[in-house]
């Protein structure tokens, strides 16, 4: 897999996202503290966005109130697989919380809806900014347009998303910390 050196939010920071996905803004308005990229070859989509510090007790509570605000009221089926702590090599000493998972649509009869939805979700906390950072891999599985897993295992595009999850780890930079200054 190949992978572009990207620059978001003005250049202010860097990531390494899939060479075959395009900036969601280039065909529909994205909101300023978004970054939207999607798979030009499929479903796939990254999302990076500057959230507003959550002060709670602890960091794993954070995470779980980010996580909670994107899945409370969709009315879907969530799994959680694993929460782990992380470091982004490019941005050491601040606290990354993971979080993989899957998210099953309830099914409608008018939409294309995908059996589920496997999700990476990363937590930057930057504390002295008054910033949370998140950033999502969202890989959807429609019926028909994926290989199924063999004997309960990770499906192709679960496997190509570690990959990407890997990538963005190594390579997300902030170039430009005045960002989250006002």
Known sequence: ???????????????????????ASQIRQIPDHQEVYLDNDGYSSIVVEILEYVRKPSD????????????????DHTNILVQSDEAM??????????LTFIQTPQPEPRRKIPEFVYVH?????????????MVSINVPHYAGEY????????????????????QILQSFE?????????
Do not use: C, Y
């Open 89 to 98: 090599a490019k941005v050491p000493g601040k606290p990354v919380l993971a």
């Open 174 to 182: 902030i170039k430009d910390w005045g960002l989250f200054d006002g």
């Open 121 to 133: 979700l990363f937590l930057l906390r930057l504390k002295e900014k008054a910033t949370d950072m």
């Open 60 to 75: 794993g509570e954070a995470l779980q109130h980010h996580f909670a605000d994107l899945v409370d009221g969709t009315g």
């Open 1 to 23: 897999m190949a992978f572009t050196n990207t620059p978001l939010f003005g250049g202010a920071i860097t990531v390494d996202l899939p060479s075959n996905f395009g900036d």
């Open 147 to 166: 290989e199924k897993a063999q004997n309960g295992g990770e499906t192709k595009l679960m496997k190509d998303s570690a990959t990407v999850r890997s």
